[in-house]
């Protein structure tokens, strides 16, 4: 039990002047550094997930596995299982994160029946409790996987089958106990089948309406236990299933609010997902904030020309300065985090790459994080942007935000003040001062 | 005034038997035809768009008008406005359309100030008027230019200017008065520029609030006037805006139901924007449906292998033949239409051609309302779908489908049905059985 | 061995009043009837992919496997991949198709050695022989996969390390000697892996380079054989590499030209590839056979709104016309032919999907095959484009047309005849043609 | 005459210390400042463009002109193209970017015959020449503008009239003639029209045979003249057409050799071409350099989450320092250059965003340009990618580079050598060592 899994890697130090080859140390992340009042690793609240990390195998559809990892012996044994989750634990504090991620069916094998896939679980929770308690490390949030398993083919909660909307209810009634026990400062739902491959053969309707009755027994559910983390949802347009009801953000936050789910449930925001959607890279982040939806972040990244979640590690500190300047506005992400859902390339078969890929990953953000805050300790480019609405400050701007005016009024506005000033939108001076920072 | 325009060519007739060199003939819409109780004409409820059949030129971003038309001086005078008019007037009554639609700069020249483009308006509407009563030919819908304008180069209502914002709701204002006095059916918003090109420069909450607001503003002005039409927003979700707050059906429902104005504005589709937004072409139409929010239609196509709004004519028999399913079920799009704001393409210069284009997706569209009408008498694929979600007729299914369970029951229903069957969705099946109508 | 693996499934028939829920006829698809001169099989030249049909199993990226045969029973065993082999040819024949195509790995076992992969292979070459014979299915194409072990992770022909290479030529040496005992009428790259996952990492000019000399290699081993396939090159932009050498079909005949391999390979063009490229359905198809340079077509399709390769059943009538277009003009496919590169969804679970998806696209084929002979017998629609070129043949244009004249020539010529006419490009005239005979 | 159009601008500084809002200084290009042996300005080469920046209106496909020059009064006359002229060097100057480029048809008017516009193009030509003596800026490249014009809808040397064609050349031999007198260094040939709308009109085949005649024809007309300019053409996927035969780089290379031009013609690579192609931005100038093809490139980029081209300014300075090291290893790009084919937004109506967007591109490439020279000089990624292909520099590796092997010793070798070891592509490891120098 006290046997090491990644021998020669020890804790990763913060090493500003390390070179370009030294890849096992940080060159920007510095846990315990002060930005804004409070330290990094409060800001950035990294977390590890499970499922790539320790349960990725590098398959792809055109490909076997790549990824060989000695304490892995391929089995669905629970002794495989806790050997993985010590391995994981380790990888945790070796690279100084404090959170963790996972679905239930990561952590413990699937049995043969619901009573015996929970009780695979809680044997798997019990030494996740036992690792929690001895490293420190929390975890941030727990899901529940509806989306593997056959029976979830045709949807969980939307599937046209009820027996396995029963299912899925089921699934995550254990689910949240679960996250209750270890502590859980969230909870997150994403619909991988939750959508439909075919218009034809699919009644929209219909299962949006399960869908929203779906979260009203697991909010209801919640209560009674007396679980305290935050619900999220999050959206992604696609992939597995050919349309997915929680398609991006604002499709989400609609979706609450059409079934008054809104002030039971967040959103945690997926870059990856938000580009596939069409959208910028931090779009969805921006607008669950703005709407004080934000509830977490799974910060990794696609590649634009790719239509498929490839779910990379966030290698762009123009990308985390945006990120993180939205962030540090709202206050902070808690009780979410930044969440690694990213897998290594299935060419990078090192064991070392594991460290690697997140190292790169931390410091990315730790840089985005030094740079936002410099822009709001500058103010100017905050300030830029409150000047450029400041006519709804005073006069017939203030009537309007106040929604006391009419269309007569404006009319008669108009007739007396005329044609607007052309007032330049100076994409180009924002963007060079963004520049400035990074 | 009695001049006619289309010289050569003479109300277009159903001729079913028509080879395929004969273009000037309908082979499929037959307006007196009965299908499902109605005529072809009720059904359908075709429109001519004259912005892009009278105002386009062929311009595109990278070359000059192609469009020559005989009647057009290229002008701005009112005379060339109401030669366009009766152009158009003679073109939609050969070519057998009842509906038309508009934009308020398209019809008449905006002027130096807004009581001159007032002014302007009004003695066009005078003209319309008198077509309409000759005529018979009525007002689908009615719409304002918001975007055009330099001065709404920031948005209209979503402009950082509130001077601006009053300019809009000043268009408006007058755009609902001469929608009434036309007795138009509706009334359309397309926010072209109500979103973003730079997040940086951008408070996305405060612009949508601002949206809101204006919608409230209009609805005011609207029950004040006795104005009956229905107001309909029409989703894009980019072009020219990088980011469109419109973004799509779900996108519009849910800004609806964020500011409790669900009940007040309904949705215009077009599938060309549907697919803009990385959806099937039926996809909007389909989800507005099934929410009730689906007004009307603007029935064209973009090319899937273009990222940019084509406009083109809608040629494809499947796809007119699933969205008029969606509005057969739904009983129809009254006071809705099918309206194509669709653009011969800028090589497409002969004057014929407009006629040709618009035949050819009439016809398009009768196959497919033949082809729906089918489908829906045979039953055949409505019933295989209603059985595929037969389970929540009864049991345990019908407790879910009325919200009255826990998951504490379902659990105990897992515990005692165990595993669900799996049972196939037959997509290709599907496909096959809407193959055999087509 | 005289196992029957479809009981209840007998020989499909031709029935062509069938209704829409008679699923197990062609309703459309006669093998004998004569179109042009050829029997549709002929022409059709169908092709079952032993992949998808026998070794799919249904899982995804996000889930597991679905797809359960009853005479698979999941293992690695020589004596299951006879059974597979054995119901393939049930399948084959039931469905009255007459090519089959497999890569070496698909029927056979990969062994711990190279030898004991080719004896494995071996083994059951010789029962595919023996089926061959007794059924009278051909094979219309073999293939070696040098994509799904790991050794290929980072390519085979392109891969930075010359072993990989090496075992790359080891491996298509057998399956040439396969293919070539088998009767194989073309031989088919795809080099999945032959790409890229990052630029930084990676010399593209020495993969491009090594890509070229393999294919030398292969071919003077071909001629060494005397094997009389043809060699085909199967072009796809992307996936699993983030960008693929063999983007499409112009940049495979650039390549092909590049490195002086132009007479020695052909196009195996798969549209649901084609459009992951950006190109319309039918657009490399085109132009493959605009340059004699189409060999075969994998004849599936893809979802317009989705970014990856879903190889679904081709069920488009008007897509099916104008491939067929193209085949019929270049006299046909032969030796390549139409193979199903398609796999039922994972949620067409039921054994009778394999052949419903199978049929409703030889009906779809079948009439495409109908409509393209219509057009062409009629010869309006070719007549129209070869006028739309006439002035190619005399004055100038015929000066032009040889290469025979220079700028001073043609500035003079303007000088003459001044500004060319404005002329219809007609595409909506075309559409609407093509639509007639759809 | 010496009319100061930017008063109050005065020639842009270099200011390394200058704040966010300090607008109208250099803060990282420094012409002068010497990097791996040439000046800032030698490598870098930029390049003003004439269309976007003194010919740009700000209008777009949904609205009207909202850029408002005070020296141009809208009128087509030569006396406005002067002084448009005038302030164009005038802007050179004071930004300090010693040459410009231009197509015919942006400085000089389109008069009624062919014969009239030649006159009008002379006349500026004059004028232009006077300028480049008096302020020693140079003529990167001219090109033609064979796609405004109405004449080339359907394309300039594809089109099916060859009228047309021949208007084409009449247009290119004039514009050989201006480039040879103003100095050209290279003449650039984008093919916008030169593709289609619709397969259903076109034969492909004989349009791309007429476009490499014309391109035989312009090179014997260039080797007439003795114009020593290199030939480009730029590649284009779509837009305005539906699809461009210059797709991409491969595809470009691709028809250059088909029809033996390859010694005749370069390419000119624009990064938002490459990008609506679905490639990585920087990824055909590198597959160009790769093939010793690349000749100048058009420093500009899209917005990833847009299908179509926005020439924005280039402002990433990750993306500025890929192509900078491509630039650096291919010895620089002499006579090409970095040619700014970039428009401000047509929201940035200040006649300062000017400048501010070209001096902020400029400030990222002067980035990339010392970024890339540190990597280059440290040498260690360089070396990276070296020793990951140093298999093929001896033994069997060596005998494949130098094509001297057979598969059959292929096969030995892999019989004797046995399976390959599984080596990391270590991509994050790259993504970080790139990072260092960001």
């Not at 059409?258 to 945690?268: A, F, I, P, Q, R």
């Amino acid at each position: 039990e006290d046997v090491e899994f990644f021998k020669g890697i020890s804790r990763i130090p913060y090493k500003p002047d390390a070179g370009p080859t030294e890849s096992l140390v940080y060159k920007h992340y510095n846990a315990s550094q002060v930005v804004l009042g409070r330290t990094m690793e409060e800001w950035l609240r990294f977390s590890v997930c499970f499922w790539h990390t320790f349960r990725g195998t590098g398959a792809d559809p055109f490909g076997f596995p790549t990824l060989i990892r000695p304490w892995d012996d391929g089995s669905n044994s629970l002794e495989n299982a806790r050997r993985r989750l010590r391995a994981s634990f380790e990888f945790f504090t070796k690279l100084g994160v404090k959170y963790w991620t996972f679905h239930d069916r990561d952590i413990a094998p699937e049995g043969g029946t619901l009573s015996e896939s929970n009780k695979n679980l809680d044997e798997i929770v019990d030494l996740a409790e036992q690792l929690q308690k001895k490293t420190g490390v929390k975890l941030l949030w727990a899901t529940c996987n509806l989306f593997s398993h056959p029976r979830y083919m045709n949807g969980a909660s939307t599937n046209p089958d009820a027996q396995v909307f029963a299912y899925a209810g089921a699934q995550v009634k254990k689910g949240l106990e679960v996250a209750q026990r270890l502590g859980a400062e969230n909870f997150v739902f994403w619909g991988g089948r939750e959508g439909f491959h075919s218009i034809l053969n699919t009644n929209i309707r219909a299962e949006l309406d399960h869908m929203a009755t779906f979260f009203r027994l697991a909010v209801a559910y919640k209560k009674k236990l007396g679980f305290k983390g935050v619900f999220l949802i999050e959206p992604k347009p696609k992939e597995p299933a050919k349309h997915q009801y929680d398609y991006d953000a604002m499709t989400v936050i609609g979706f609450l609010r059409t079934y008054g789910l809104e002030n039971e449930v967040k959103l945690n925001i997926e870059p990856n997902h938000t580009t596939l959607a069409g959208h910028a890279y931090e779009h969805d982040i921006v607008v669950a904030s703005a709407y004080n939806m934000l509830g977490s972040v799974d910060a990794n990244t696609g590649s634009p020309d790719l239509g498929w979640d490839t779910d990379q590690f966030p290698m762009d500190v123009r990308n985390a300065t945006v990120v993180m300047q939205v962030i540090l506005k709202q206050g902070g992400l808690q009780p979410g985090g930044l969440n690694f859902d990213c897998k290594v390339r299935r060419e990078s078969t090192n064991l070392e790459d594991m460290f690697i890929s997140h190292i790169g990953a931390m410091d990315t953000f730790a840089r985005g994080l030094k740079n936002a805050a410099r822009i709001l300790e500058d103010g100017i480019i905050v300030r830029h942007v409150e000047d450029r609405y400041s006519s709804y400050k005073s006069g017939i701007g203030a009537k309007i935000e106040a929604g006391n005016t009419t269309l007569e009024e404006l009319e008669e506005y108009v007739q007396t003040h005329g044609e607007p000033q052309r007032i330049s939108g100076q994409q180009e001076h924002y963007e060079n001062m963004l520049n400035f920072y990074l």
